[in-house]
């Protein structure tokens, strides 16, 4: 596609329900970001992923978050048992490559859990 | 550790007013690079500009401005000319290469008023 993807747009839960939230990146960017955005505050990094290998997950506040990529392309961020400090917006940001650095974002999605 | 800091949250201007955004960070890394995102209501993060830290070229595209200094660790953003449209919280980031996490600031909301 043209740019970064992400649905659900909006989300609501109900506290203990587990959400699963899709990106899709830019085709053929070869890494792609999780972000988690607070109200009120910047971008903070989850994770990420080089094609299907994820590098880094020390920025996932919980073990109740867990991210993949299996085949290299879309990813999926699923959240367990949330509770209400997950509440956020989540960003996806693909690269198209191992040396780029400019990050492309996806549109967000909003989570609020009730 | 890598922390950037805009101390401004909000300003407002008057339309065909300057202002500039300011950015500060720290890092131990010798080679890093910065950049500006704009996140305009619609909640895309939208890329505006990077800089490595090898390079301190000022930089203009159109109505705004960029001044990277190393002594001062410092990469604040101008708008000459300041029109509605520009009204968006602004997030300066850094990063220690390329491929890897953005740090980023709170961000700076700037109100631009007709």
């Known amino acids: 596609g043209a740019g970064v993807s992400q649905s659900p747009r909006y989300k609501v839960a109900k506290r203990g329900q587990d959400v699963a939230l899709r990106c899709d990146p830019i085709s053929g960017h070869v890494s792609l970001f999780w972000y988690q955005q607070a109200l009120g505050q910047g971008p903070e990094f989850l994770t990420y992923f080089q094609n299907e290998a994820q590098l880094d997950k020390s920025g996932l506040p919980s073990d109740r978050f867990f991210a993949e990529r299996p085949e290299g392309s879309v990813s999926t961020l699923k959240i367990q048992r949330t509770q209400q400090e997950d509440s956020a917006v989540y960003l996806c940001?693909?690269?198209?490559?191992?040396?780029?650095?400019?990050?492309?974002f996806g549109p967000g999605t909003r989570l609020t859990v009730t | 550790a890598q922390k950037v800091t805009q101390a401004q949250t909000e300003i407002s201007v008057v339309e065909k007013e300057d202002v500039t955004l300011d950015c500060v960070y720290e890092?131990?890394?010798?080679?890093?690079?910065l950049f500006w995102y704009k996140q305009p209501p619609s909640g895309e993060l939208v890329f505006l500009i990077r800089r490595n830290s090898f390079d301190e070229q000022n930089e203009i595209s159109g109505r705004y401005s960029w001044n990277f200094q190393k002594s001062t660790s410092s990469f604040n953003f101008t708008i000459t000319a300041s029109q509605v449209v520009d009204s968006a919280v602004y997030f300066c980031?850094?990063?220690?290469?390329?491929?890897?996490?953005?740090?980023f600031g709170k961000g700076t909301r700037l109100s631009v008023i007709a």
């Open positions: 890092t131990r890394d010798t080679t890093y690079y």
């Open positions: 940001a693909s690269i198209i490559s191992d040396r780029a650095t400019e990050q492309y």
């Open positions: 980031a850094l990063s220690e290469e390329g491929n890897t996490p953005l740090v």
